[in-house]
């Protein structure tokens, strides 16, 4: 057996354990715990997850405080560990991840609002939930993009979501992720989940790959002052870009 493979495999294990540790902390502890308590344990959770795999968080400027929503591109289905690395917040997320084995539970016991992507009218539910979580002065995040990109070139932001900071008065704080190979800097794709990639190829060449490094680069917070949702949009995938450079 190559010593890349079995490296590789001993991740492996490690992140079966974080997974049934993550599981177990979701099940019996966090019904006993405050929101302060529960958004410090996926924070230290997500890096212990994180570095299981080789992965360390990097951060880049600062996350602001609530009410915010952060706005991300996206490129894996690490994305959200890795933000919850950096600083929890409570994402917007696709309802099929709700119904995955174990990944489900600990999705929605993160705070996580989940939203039928398909659907028009689920989309105003979840508008009218963010827009009420702000006014308690949450942290939320969204992936404008709607799927994993390549890694090389945004796709266009969608603007739907983004009317629940216009509707809270909140401002929306960009954020632009990125991998890295820690020993030379140079970008890394292992992660990628884009097109023909599966779950279970991605995180083999996760495991596979040197040691990474999960950039977070935080933007400057900015209100809509007037511009519709469409042109702020437009606007935040520039500001990424630009963070992405």
């Not at 994305?79 to 995955?100: N, P, T």
């Not at 809509?224 to 963070?243: C, H, I, N, P, Q």
Request: charged share 20%.
């Amino acid at each position: 057996m190559k010593l890349q493979t079995l490296h590789a495999l001993l991740k492996l294990l490690r992140v079966l354990k974080w997974v049934c540790i993550g599981y177990w902390r979701v099940k019996t502890r966090f019904p006993n715990f405050n929101e302060t308590k529960k958004a410090r344990a996926v924070e230290e959770w997500s890096r212990l997850m994180l570095h299981a795999m080789g992965i360390e968080v990097r951060v880049k400027g600062h996350p602001a405080q609530g009410p915010v929503l952060m706005a991300s591109n996206h490129i894996s289905w690490l994305d959200i560990l890795v933000i919850h690395g950096a600083c929890h917040c409570r994402f917007v997320a696709k309802s099929e991840i709700r119904h995955w084995p174990l990944l489900g539970v600990m999705t929605a016991g993160g705070g996580s609002l989940f939203i039928e992507r398909s659907s028009n009218r689920d989309a105003l539910r979840v508008v009218h939930q963010m827009a009420e979580a702000l006014q308690q002065g949450d942290v939320l995040a969204v992936f404008p993009e709607g799927g994993t990109g390549d890694g090389v070139t945004l796709l266009p932001f969608h603007a739907n979501l983004l009317q629940a900071a216009i509707a809270a008065d909140a401002p929306i704080q960009p954020i632009a992720l990125q991998f890295l190979e820690a020993k030379s800097g140079a970008k890394s794709f292992a992660p990628c989940y884009h097109a023909d990639d599966t779950l279970l190829g991605s995180l083999w060449r996760t495991l596979c790959a040197p040691p990474l490094l999960a950039q977070v680069r935080y933007g400057a917070t900015q209100f809509a002052e007037g511009k519709s949702r469409r042109e702020w949009a437009d606007a935040l995938r520039s500001d990424v870009e630009t963070l992405l450079k």
